[in-house]
């Protein structure tokens, strides 16, 4: 079992609650912890008991960067808004880092986190 984060800017949301949504068998088989709205969005509408560790924008992007660096969480699917500047960019660029410093795989985008989800499946599948 993974601990995976999930994380929206607010022009992202429903693109990640659509991709929740479509990979909630294999997301339910992981330990999953989001930023508050994230998370309390997603566990509003599916199932799935997302922990909430803070607000991106009050510090939750380098709550989440410290977790990276104590090891405890494996994959991050960050929908990034690239087109609204965001007063935070700082701790943006600062979780990125770290997850690339510590190669843990973060997905910006929604084919980076649709592969990401095809992999879990495929590392499960060769276990069995």
């Known amino acids: 079992m993974k601990r995976?984060?999930?994380?929206?800017?607010?022009?992202?949301?429903?693109?990640?609650?659509?991709w929740v949504?479509?990979?909630k068998d294999e997301l339910?088989?992981?330990?999953?912890?989001?930023?508050?709205?994230?998370s309390k969005l997603i566990n509003?509408?599916?199932?799935l008991q997302i922990e909430p560790f803070g607000?991106?924008?009050?510090g939750g992007d380098i709550l989440?960067?410290?977790?990276?660096?104590e090891g405890k969480v494996d994959e991050v699917i960050f929908l990034i808004d690239a087109e609204t500047p965001h007063g935070h960019e700082h701790d943006i660029q600062t979780l990125i880092?770290?997850?690339?410093?510590?190669?843990?795989?973060?997905?910006l985008n929604l084919a980076t986190a649709d592969f990401l989800v095809e992999l879990n499946k495929s590392e499960r599948e060769k276990e069995v």
């Open 4 to 18: 995976i984060a999930l994380v929206a800017h607010n022009e992202k949301k429903s693109e990640m609650l659509a």
């Open 21 to 23: 949504k479509r990979h």
């Open 28 to 38: 339910k088989k992981h330990k999953l912890i989001g930023t508050s709205n994230t």
């Open 44 to 47: 509003s509408v599916l199932d």
């Open 55 to 58: 607000h991106g924008p009050n």
């Open 64 to 69: 989440l960067a410290a977790q990276i660096l």
């Open 97 to 107: 880092r770290t997850a690339v410093l510590n190669n843990v795989p973060i997905a």
